[in-house]
């Protein structure tokens, strides 16, 4: 691995450390549901960085998480995060980007924001969705349709944060095309 | 650096990272199957005692999962209203317990000692031709990286509100997303300068 590759994958751990770090925001028009914009994190690291190191910048997340940084939004951390009813949205995470990214490299044809709404949306909402809802299952014996009822509230903010992630790519693409690594 | 740590000293501190870190896997494995709330509810006794046995400080630590309880609410809710309360409540112990269990390893365990503990975890990397040592490089990198994209964040939110009297604005996204790539591109060039990561493929 590169050091280039080694700096970014850290790069975008951060990122996502940081975007927990902003105060949630409600968004009185999609009932007030406070939405962090963390999961957007998520969804960069895969569209701008590809599959495998997209990947390996949420594990690296992650591991940081479980060492004790409270780098969840919230200041939530430790390994009290991998033992609470929302670890398998955590899991999904990391396979969620990865998808995305791999959706990136597989679009490489299409228009960069097409592209990337298009897999920040299969990649972070579908994917994170479908760890996330059976995990919570899993941890708290609810009916799956009631478990998919409670996290469906976040919805609107992530179809938010897929616009985003696109706006971000396209950006980025015009103004320093060799950091969208996955299309590089 | 930002943590979770309560200081120290301890009997739990005084643990080694790996005796609690392979007891939290152990009951963890143990509590997952229990059903009965008589038996979780001691658990979660048990658990407070821990808390308790460090004093103010830990008992402190407990006022910090409030945002937990409320998730545990809308479960019991949740359950409550499918009729099967007495499950929720079961549960809701068991995810009491399990939490702050985990919590308890989280705050009594420096950040240094939990990466140390995981270290031989990395040491198949050197069979693929990787370093043990790059994950710890990461770990560096991003706790550095961390604040630094707040303040490009809060330099560029100056300078907006200098501009227009507005706070913030989802304009800023694309000169963050520029700036802060830029910075890592430097980083990256930086470390290469310096040797780079190659020469951490030997020992410590």
Same mark, same amino acid.
Not at chain 2, 6 to 33: D, E, M, N, Q, R
Not at chain 2, 88 to 111: C, D, K
């Given at each position: 691995?590169?050091?280039?590759?080694?700096?970014?994958?850290?790069?975008?751990?951060?990122?996502?450390?940081?975007?927990?770090?902003?105060?949630?925001?409600?968004?009185?028009?999609?009932?007030?549901?406070?939405?962090?914009?963390?999961?957007?994190?998520?969804?960069?690291?895969?569209?701008?960085?590809?599959?495998?190191?997209?990947?390996?910048?949420?594990?690296?997340?992650?591991?940081?998480?479980?060492?004790?940084?409270?780098?969840?939004?919230?200041?939530?951390?430790?390994?009290?995060?991998?033992?609470?009813?929302?670890?398998?949205?955590?899991?999904?995470?990391?396979?969620?980007?990865?998808?995305?990214?791999?959706?990136?490299?597989?679009?490489?044809?299409?228009?960069?924001?097409?592209?990337?709404?298009?897999?920040?949306?299969?990649?972070?909402?579908?994917?994170?969705?479908?760890?996330?809802?059976?995990?919570?299952?899993?941890?708290?014996?609810?009916?799956?349709?009631?478990?998919?009822?409670?996290?469906?509230?976040?919805?609107?903010?992530?179809?938010?944060?897929?616009?985003?992630?696109?706006?971000?790519?396209?950006?980025?693409?015009?103004?320093?095309?060799?950091?969208?690594?996955?299309?590089? | 650096?930002?943590?979770?740590?309560?200081?120290?000293?301890?009997?739990?501190?005084?643990?080694?990272?790996?005796?609690?870190?392979?007891?939290? %896997?152990? &009951? /963890?494995? $143990?509590?997952?199957?229990?059903?009965?709330? !008589?038996? +979780?509810? =001691?658990? #979660?006794?048990?658990?407070?005692?821990?808390?308790?046995?460090?004093?103010?400080?830990?008992?402190?630590?407990?006022?910090?999962?409030?945002?937990?309880?409320?998730?545990?609410?809308?479960?019991?809710?949740?359950? %409550?209203? &499918? /009729?099967? $309360?007495?499950?929720?409540?079961?549960?809701? !112990?068991? +995810?009491? =317990?399990? #939490?702050?269990?985990?919590?308890?390893?989280?705050?009594?365990?420096?950040?240094?000692?939990?990466?140390?503990?995981?270290?031989?975890?990395?040491?198949?990397?050197?069979?693929?031709?990787?370093?043990?040592?790059?994950?710890?490089?990461?770990?560096?990198?991003?706790?550095?990286?961390?604040?630094?994209? +707040?303040?490009?964040?809060?330099?560029?939110?100056?300078?907006?509100?200098?501009?227009?009297?507005?706070?913030?604005?989802?304009?800023?996204?694309?000169?963050?997303?520029?700036?802060?790539?830029?910075?890592?591109?430097?980083?990256?060039?930086?470390?290469?300068?310096?040797?780079?990561?190659?020469?951490?493929?030997?020992?410590?």
């Amino acid at each position: 691995m590169s050091d280039r590759s080694l700096v970014q994958i850290a790069f975008y751990a951060a990122l996502i450390a940081a975007l927990g770090l902003l105060p949630p925001i409600a968004i009185p028009f999609l009932g007030g549901v406070p939405i962090t914009a963390q999961s957007l994190g998520v969804m960069l690291a895969g569209v701008m960085l590809g599959p495998v190191r997209g990947a390996l910048a949420v594990l690296l997340l992650l591991f940081l998480v479980a060492l004790g940084a409270p780098l969840l939004s919230g200041g939530r951390g430790g390994l009290a995060v991998f033992a609470g009813p929302s670890v398998g949205f955590l899991i999904g995470w990391p396979v969620g980007a990865f998808v995305a990214g791999l959706i990136m490299q597989k679009t490489a044809n299409y228009n960069v924001l097409v592209s990337a709404a298009f897999a920040a949306a299969i990649g972070g909402i579908g994917v994170i969705y479908a760890f996330g809802i059976p995990g919570l299952v899993v941890m708290t014996d609810l009916t799956f349709a009631k478990a998919a009822m409670g996290s469906a509230i976040y919805l609107p903010g992530d179809l938010v944060k897929v616009a985003i992630a696109a706006i971000v790519a396209q950006t980025v693409a015009r103004g320093l095309p060799h950091a969208l690594m996955s299309r590089a | 650096m930002i943590a979770l740590q309560i200081p120290g000293p301890s009997w739990a501190h005084a643990l080694p990272a790996h005796v609690k870190l392979l007891f939290l %896997a152990f &009951s /963890g494995a $143990l509590l997952f199957p229990v059903k009965d709330p !008589l038996v +979780l509810g =001691a658990s #979660v006794i048990v658990v407070f005692g821990f808390y308790a046995s460090l004093g103010a400080n830990g008992l402190a630590q407990l006022r910090l999962l409030r945002p937990f309880a409320y998730m545990l609410v809308f479960i019991v809710g949740l359950h %409550a209203l &499918s /009729g099967t $309360l007495q499950n929720g409540i079961s549960i809701a !112990l068991r +995810l009491t =317990a399990m #939490v702050l269990l985990a919590n308890f390893v989280s705050v009594t365990t420096r950040m240094d000692d939990m990466l140390d503990a995981v270290r031989p975890m990395f040491v198949p990397l050197k069979w693929i031709g990787g370093s043990p040592q790059k994950p710890a490089l990461a770990v560096t990198l991003v706790i550095r990286f961390a604040p630094v994209l +707040l303040t490009i964040y809060r330099n560029l939110q100056e300078a907006f509100r200098a501009r227009t009297g507005q706070k913030s604005s989802w304009r800023l996204i694309a000169p963050l997303a520029l700036q802060a790539l830029r910075m890592s591109e430097h980083v990256a060039e930086a470390l290469t300068a310096r040797g780079g990561t190659k020469g951490l493929s030997g020992e410590r």
